[in-house]
Structure formats: C-alpha cells, structure tokens
C-alpha cells in the first residue's frame, strides 16, 4: 500500500491550502487536531471522511452498530462486503478511511457511547461532531462539551429535512437549552419513521465538516452562529440567530457545577441481581441489551451452535438468527442488539435464555 509519506502525496493538501482562508498555516493546525466523531452512520460516516480528507491529525470514531443492507443507500463509507461481513460501523468506517489517507491516526471504538465512557472518548479532543440518531445521546454530548469547553458541532437528518449548529462554549447556548429534554418533541420523525435522504444527510454533513474545518484551522471568527434549518424537497432555508448562554442553565450558564443529568443516557426497563439492563432504540424494532459482564465470544459461540442458532461470526461480534425470526447480535463488551422485537421483556428474555443455557 501506498504510503503518505511518499512524495507523490506531498501535495495532497495544496487545493485546499490554496484557500487563502487555511494556508499552510491552517493545514499544520489541522494535522494537529483532533476530533471525536459520535455515531459513524450515515451523518458520522461523511463526516469522517471530510476529516480524514482535509488531513485532521486524529479521528476518533465510536458507534455501537454493525453494517446492514439498509444502511448502504446513504451511509457513504460502507459497500456489500461490510453488511455481508457485519463489521461494526466504527471498524468498516476506519478500514475506509486508512485506504483514503494512511497519514491519520484513526481511533475506532466499539461501543455504546454514554455516561460512563463519554468523557473518557472525548479526553482532549478539539471538537466533538454530532453523527447519533437520538435526543438522549446529542444531550449527554452537549453537556459534556460545555462541561469540558469542547465545541459541539450538532447536526440531525429526518427525511428530507436538516438541521444544524454549532455549538461553542463561551459564546452560545447549550443544546439542551435549544431542544429541550430527551423527550422533547423536536426529534419526533427519526430516520426509521419517515425514511431519509442521503442527499440530505450530505447536506447537513457538509454543514457541519465546514464549520469544523473553520474552527480547527485557526479560523474562529468565521463560525457561523445560527441554527440552521433546511427542507432538500421543497427548498426551504431557515436561519436564526443563535442565543448566547442563559444566566440560569448550568451548562451554558454561570459556571455553576453542572447537576448529573436529570435522566440516565438510555432508559432503564428492567434492572436486576445481574445487572441486565436494556433501552428500545427508538424506532428500529431493536432493544439493546447490557449484560453487564463483558462476553468471551468464543465460548458463545460454541453454545449457540449446539443451541441450533443460525450464525455470522467475525472478530468483533457473533450474530445469531433465531427459529422464531428474531436476531441476536453479541458484543465482546456485554452488549446485545436484539432485532425484530421492541420489547424489552421479551429482549432480555431472549438473552438469557441463549447467553446463560
Ligand atoms: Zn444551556
């Protein structure tokens, strides 16, 4: 494999640093970001490439996910072989985005980004960018970054409809002063309710790849500071001003040590003595299940064979066809996405009957 070191790709960079705004100055600030990319579907995914491409230092991606078929209209990273292999998003992502520029340091966790790990991910990075799917998880982000002084680059796709901001301690609210709580109305339509389309979804990423290649090269002061709306079908664009902090939010706020979160990042629906919890994905006929003990697959794997399950093995996970059609996926770090039901019961049910026989 080509290296980037080798001179053919000494000028990888130069239309960009031609753009009087980055200069060389700009690209040697960029090479020596980091970012943190949440969510490596469709948004996460373009995002990362935008980064990987303009020469960001480190890229950080982390999702919980595996490829499926119905990811490959709009998730631009991801082709046949991933959904067929059912690698994890953030391992297929960075498969990609090493072929695109070997120069990056790519950091690819697999795991469900919430209270306990957030602010471990995040440690010294210059921007987080928004690629998840839900409420809770964009919340759990924004308080972390004003906690942290991070910026927060939000974006969010449902149909043929975008929004996006960014967020910048200091000088702008909060996102959870702008949206809500978790169960705010704002983020009704997901993507598996209304579909989405990808041309949407590059709109929105390139929204946001912007303001974050203006923040890492140096170029703050060109940051836009509205939250903006976008209807790709009937070609509507809305701008508004973005508030600064309100005096009373202790997020974005008077500095007042921000209280722990009112709820936790994913809702409990059962909890007991093996400290097995769950939270139905919203939308998707899929509950995750945290076991609460991480999981040696191997010896899994045997026992669902002699259990008569229907397998696809790779080195990040064991995913299980059931005879009563539903679908078990089994991460090393305790985590099962159980597919084709949304009851949580009946999820955690099917868990222990196939992972404690
Ligand atoms: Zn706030």
Not at 96 to 119: F, G, M, P, Y
Not at 132 to 148: E, G, V
Not at 269 to 275: C, G, I, L, R, S
Request: glycine fraction near 8%; charged fraction near 20%.
């Amino acid at each position: 494999m080509a290296n980037a070191a080798e001179p053919i790709f000494s000028d990888r960079y130069s239309r960009q640093t031609r753009f009087a705004a980055i200069g060389e100055d700009g690209q040697r600030k960029l090479a020596k970001s980091s970012v943190l990319i949440v969510g490596v579907g469709a948004l996460g995914a373009s995002l990362a490439q935008h980064m990987v491409r303009a020469g960001v230092g480190e890229v950080r991606l982390a999702d919980r996910d595996f490829v499926e078929p119905s990811n490959l209209q709009r998730q631009m990273l991801f082709d046949e072989a991933d959904a067929l292999a059912v690698l994890p998003k953030a391992v297929a992502a960075a498969n990609k985005l090493r072929q695109i520029n070997s120069s990056v340091s790519l950091v690819a966790t697999v795991a469900d980004v919430n209270a306990a790990n957030a602010a471990a991910l995040a440690s010294g990075v210059h921007l987080v960018l928004d690629g998840t799917d839900n409420a809770a998880t964009r919340l759990l982000l924004s308080d972390l970054c004003f906690k942290q002084h991070i910026p927060f680059v939000y974006g969010g796709v449902a149909g043929a409809q975008g929004m996006q901001a960014a967020l910048i301690p200091g000088a702008t609210s909060c996102l959870r002063c702008l949206i809500g709580a978790e169960d705010s109305e704002h983020e009704v339509d997901t993507c598996d309710t209304v579909g989405v389309l990808a041309p949407a979804v590059e709109f929105v990423a390139s929204l946001q790849a912007a303001e974050a290649i203006k923040w890492l090269s140096g170029n703050q002061e060109a940051i836009r500071q509205t939250w903006l709306s976008v209807d790709l079908w009937s070609f509507r664009l809305r701008e508004s001003k973005l508030p600064s902090g309100s005096a009373h939010c202790p997020y974005c706020g008077s500095g007042v040590e921000p209280p722990r979160p009112a709820k936790p990042i994913l809702e409990t629906a059962m909890q007991d003595e093996d400290v097995i919890s769950s939270a139905v994905l919203c939308g998707r006929d899929t509950v995750q299940v945290t076991l609460g003990k991480p999981l040696q697959l191997a010896e899994l794997e045997k026992s669902l064979v002699e259990q008569g399950c229907k397998l696809t093995v790779n080195r990040y996970l064991v995913k299980a066809a059931l005879q009563s059609g539903e679908q078990l996926i089994f991460f090393p770090d305790g985590r099962v996405l159980v597919q084709g039901t949304a009851d949580a019961e009946h999820a955690i049910r099917l868990c222990r009957h196939y992972f404690y026989s």
